[in-house]
């Protein structure tokens, strides 16, 4: 029998504009040391994404906190003795640092922090999708809401994305992947599993443009390309390397290249720079023929958090991650499994082979 559901066709979101915070170096000075002092009273520890400003990123090594890919920001987080966790990245990344931690306090620099896969994906019609293919096994990508994880089998962050689901396609699943298509039909094709792909994009990757891609790497033949998979699969062909933001600047640290052309969000080059501070690193083309961008390698979202609202948060309150008790318990089993596999797997205790 035909599943009365049919995928929704590629959602329209629409990104705000991205505005940076600019800080003059008194403010920024000023700024640090009282969020310090604050970070101290509260015992709180910053968990930052690499897309963040680089005075984030500074700020949470500076106090004993981390700067990761979204799996790690969710281990160290959970991992971390600290009564306040201060995430700062997008809505879906505070959100899972309260489903894994429900009795610290959670706070973010701005609420309003999205993402255009998490808005993609509404829990109502996401549960419509898994109602009409109930023989198959759901997978999430992080990048969605508690409601979205609550309801899904298993959540993957691009970092294990490809392991998880081959290790389910051998044990004969079939699948339902949601939102991100581009991620979606990367795992499929590595993976060989039987998909069904919710058409969610990021307004970011999406717009990286092969043509132009293919120019920039003539002029630089010696350069490796590096992608991060929520990319369309046309620039992920040309890529030398394909991974999360951690693996992407690990690529940069240990490979020999002296060029790369980075296809992921620009604010990653802070971390890039310091690990390997002789490299080269380009922006690939988001302009060119057809170009659509709306953030032009920077995501909006991301860039709404900064010093001003991080001290602005710990001074007055508010911006705290809250998650209705039932939905938090039943998107923590399915944050739980991934965590758990990433265990195994590095234990050895899973083979994937090739
Ligand atoms: P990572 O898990 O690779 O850091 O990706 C998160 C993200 O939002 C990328 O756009
Ligand atoms: Fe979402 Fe894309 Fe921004 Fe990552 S870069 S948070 S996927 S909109």
């Known amino acids: 029998m035909k599943p ?98 429900p009795e610290k306090r959670v706070l973010m620099p701005d609420l309003a922090a999205d993402c255009s896969l998490d808005l993609a994906c509404p829990a109502d019609e996401f549960a419509a999708f898994c109602d009409a293919y109930p023989d198959r096994v759901s997978v ?70 092969a043509e132009a891609l293919k120019k920039l790497h003539a002029e630089h033949p ?25 693996q992407l600047i690990e690529a940069v640290r240990t490979l020999p290249n002296r060029e790369f052309i980075v296809a992921t969000d620009n604010g990653i080059f802070h971390k890039m720079h310091e690990v390997a501070p002789g490299k080269i690193l380009l922006e690939a083309p988001t302009a060119g023929v057809g170009a659509t961008c709306q953030s032009c390698a920077h995501c909006p979202w991301m860039a709404m958090n900064g010093l001003r609202k991080l001290a602005a948060v710990l001074e007055h309150g508010g911006n705290e991650i809250l998650i209705e008790e039932s939905i938090r318990a039943r998107a923590a089993v399915s944050i739980q499994r991934m965590l758990d596999f990433a265990v195994a797997e590095k234990a050895g205790r899973i083979q994937l082979g090739d």
């Open 4 to 101: 009365a559901f049919s995928v929704p066709v590629k959602p329209v979101i629409q990104a705000p504009p991205l505005v940076e915070e600019a800080l003059g170096d008194d403010e920024r000075v000023e700024l640090k040391a009282r969020i310090k002092r604050l970070m101290k009273e509260q015992d709180a520890v910053l968990v930052a994404h690499y897309y963040t400003s680089g005075d984030l990123q500074d700020l949470a090594e500076e106090t004993g906190g981390c700067v990761s890919d979204s799996l790690e920001m969710a281990r160290f987080g959970h991992a971390h003795p600290a009564k306040t966790l201060i995430v700062a990245g997008v809505k879906f990344m505070g959100e899972t640092s309260k489903i894994l931690n």
């Open 140 to 209: 999430v990508y992080a990048n969605t809401s508690a409601a979205v994880k609550a309801r899904a089998d298993w959540v993957v962050t691009s970092g294990i994305a490809a392991k998880i689901v081959k290790h389910l396609h051998r044990q004969g699943h079939k699948l339902l992947w949601a939102p991100d298509r581009h991620l979606g039909e990367y795992v499929r094709r590595v993976s060989g599993a039987d998909m069904i792909l919710w058409q969610g994009s990021c307004v970011v990757h999406e717009a990286f443009k």
């Open 222 to 246: 010696d350069a490796a390309v590096l992608v991060h998979p929520e990319s369309p699969e046309s620039v992920i062909a040309l890529a030398d390397v394909v991974g999360s933001t951690t």
